[in-house]
């Protein structure tokens, strides 16, 4: 035994030293960004990543030696961002480059994932063509900015203009409250039957989807003109869940349990945001949705589902608020940026990417190929953008009306409890008024004490 | 290397008397290596685990992370949600490991004894299919066959029965079956190789005076697999309350809460919400839970027959 035990031990040691080597060895090439982007999770639709394919292959040209290598992830948004954040804890994951929701972009900001832009940003000349909406979109509370907003979205509401001639509604729908809605989804559930008749989302599978797309739709419509309902900038508080709250609760509500809204297991499934676009709408089993400006894009020839002749079925209002309080229409507003993160090794490369990426001619392309809403003058300018989708002007034009997100670190959070609120509403285990103190209770938690009750702000 | 060696072996090669100590010392060596990736891969781990459940550590939003004490866990019995979760997984448990698995486990075994030889291989392949499934593959098998429109609805509507939407209506109970579905067959290799062990001579004599088929089932093969049964019930126990991407595939644990068990809540907390030091504390827990059904199920296999 004794002649074999040094040999075993020095074994263990060659491991643990190897493990060691291998733990730590694999640094970043000096010469390569590391890209990391979300994959649709449609496997038809390809955007981004032809677009950013084409990009890289500009890139390599321009700056010979140099290599992109484009990480996507393939997940629904609340995974991708959990993966991208767990990649940016370490240097060893972290890619140069990530592309960000402007939603989660403070709270990635807070947690330290994320570099200043400002140096690049100063000798940029390109940035003077960003509206200030859009510089302001990735502006932390330190005042640096870390990202550059590559397009934006608005909101509003898709109708079947042949389901409305069976129902007997008009093809310029217009309508100019809340009960308008209402009233249209019921007379279609009663002449057209076999339809669905009105699409809110709701819950918590879709994530901020059904908060963005769904709730907030709703909840910014029930104040008077430049109320925040969620937060105020002002005081730096927290808004309480108060009678807008309830109430934009009591629609979801209404719409769900008169059977006006899709199943409720179908509302409540991950996937529904996808069912909307490429099944409910193109084969007319949806009369209405409250959907976002960019679904044209999947009816493109070279989308997912094409319908290139959509335009003709389907007519586009704006929503409407409340009781059709001033403005009279609503809105909300995302996006997503490109941002630089702190463990990157080559940062500055990786800004050359972004300056890549946001060459007049691609950003151009950006907003067409992915039907975003510009947000530089010189694109909303350009042609080939104004021409290149039916109801490009409309959503343009709702730009008007939009309202943004808090841009606090807790938004994801709150925006969590917002959602298990909906689903509570929707499904009725909790009423409107249950669902909103118990959302109430979290907010607290999450702001730590910092809210504020509604109608003060 | 070659200074590893030297170095490491420097110690061993020192004369010294062999005593008791010493020949103990040499007995556990070969077992250095694997020690070492235990406590490396496995303690490592579970430490840096227990560290994080007394912090606020947070996945994004927050860029220091502090020690908080007890209050993760002060949070988590004050939770709602958390006490939904633990009783959501006791009935998961319960229904499906105990009642389900074990039992269904144990027939099923029974019943392959008796059978012909071409029988129970094919039924013994059939049922050892669904374990080897990957449980992501599992889940979105069982996914398929509840859903609204799958083949569970299909089968009752050409039965002229009422359908029912299972996921929405009885997320637990669905979740449940899927989980026997796929677990059973465990339970049955073990059954089959622990009655295989019961000599023939035993239940002859019994049939002899004349007891009956039941009666021998209770009084002969169950005292004589109990250590079988002990064995079956703690694996089959601990693997179920450890379920996550069967449930997460097939209801992510809704809708609402409705099937959210404690592994789901932890990755809902964790990653979701992005509360890693709550999320981990939760897993402690968890960890206490399957401990507690260990110990019972420890104390339960000492007794001597």
Known sequence: MRPTAPLILAATLTAAVGLTACGGGSGSDPDTVKVAYNRSTDNKIRFKDNHLAEVKKQFEKAHPGKKVKLIPIQAQDNDYATKVQQMMRSPKTAPDLVYEDTFRINSDIKAGYLRPLDDYLATWKSWDQFVDTAKAAAKAEDGKTYGVPDGTDTRGLWFNKEIFAKAGLPADWAPKNWDDVLDAARTIKKKVPGVIPLNVYTGKAPGETSVMQGFEMLLYGTGDAGAHPLYDPKAKKWVTGGKGFQDALTFLRTVYSEKLGPDISDALDPNVGTTVYSEWLPEGKLAIALDGSWLGQNWLKTGGKPWPEWSRTLGLAAMPTQHGQAPGKVSMSGGWTWAISAKSKNPDLAWKFIEQLQTKDNAVTWDVVDAQIAVRKDVARDPEYTSSMPGITFFTSLVTYTHYRPTTPVYPQVSTAIGEATEAATTGDSSPEKAAASYDDQLKSIADGATVAAGRG | ?305
């Not at chain 2, 560290?51 to 220091?64: E, K, N």
């Not at chain 2, 939407?165 to 049955?188: E, Q």
């Not at chain 2, 290799?189 to 088929?213: C, F, M, N, R």
Request: charged share 15%.
């Open chain 2, 1 to 305: 290397m070659t200074t590893a060696t030297k170095v490491a072996a420097a110690p061993t090669v020192t004369p010294a008397p062999p005593g008791p100590r010493r020949g103990r010392l040499l007995r556990w060596l070969p077992l250095a290596p694997a020690t070492a990736m235990l406590l490396l891969f496995l303690g490592g781990p579970i430490v840096y685990c227990v560290y994080i459940a007394f912090t606020d550590m947070q996945l994004t939003g927050a860029s220091t992370t502090d020690f908080v004490g007890l209050d993760n866990f002060r949070r988590a019995f004050g939770d709602e949600d958390f006490r939904n979760a633990v009783v959501l997984t006791l009935v998961f448990t319960l229904l499906s490991s105990l009642v389900g698995q074990n039992t269904l486990g144990l027939g099923l075994a029974a019943l392959m004894q008796r059978a012909s030889a071409p029988v129970r291989t094919l039924t013994g392949s059939i049922v050892i299919a669904a374990w080897v499934v990957p449980e992501i593959v599992a889940g979105f098998l069982l996914y398929a066959f509840f859903r609204r429109e799958g083949t569970l609805n299909a089968l009752l509507d050409w039965l002229g029965l009422p359908s029912q939407n299972w996921l929405y209506t009885l997320p637990i109970l669905a979740v449940s079956f899927a989980n026997v579905w796929r677990g059973t067959a465990f339970s049955m290799l073990i059954y089959s190789a622990a009655l295989s062990e019961i000599p023939k001579e035993i239940t002859e004599a019994a049939q002899v005076d004349g007891a009956g088929g039941l009666r021998r089932f209770w009084h002969i093969t169950l005292p004589m697999i109990r250590r079988s049964i002990g064995t079956n019930l703690m694996l089959n126990t601990l693997q179920t309350l450890s379920v996550f991407g069967l449930i997460w595939a097939m209801t992510r644990g809704g809708p609402g809460n409705r099937s959210q068990t404690l592994p789901v809540f932890m990755y809902d907390q964790a990653f979701n919400k992005s509360l890693i030091g709550y999320g981990t504390a939760v897993a402690l827990l968890l960890l206490l839970v399957g401990a507690l059904f260990s110990v019972v199920y420890l104390r339960l296999m000492r007794e001597e027959v």
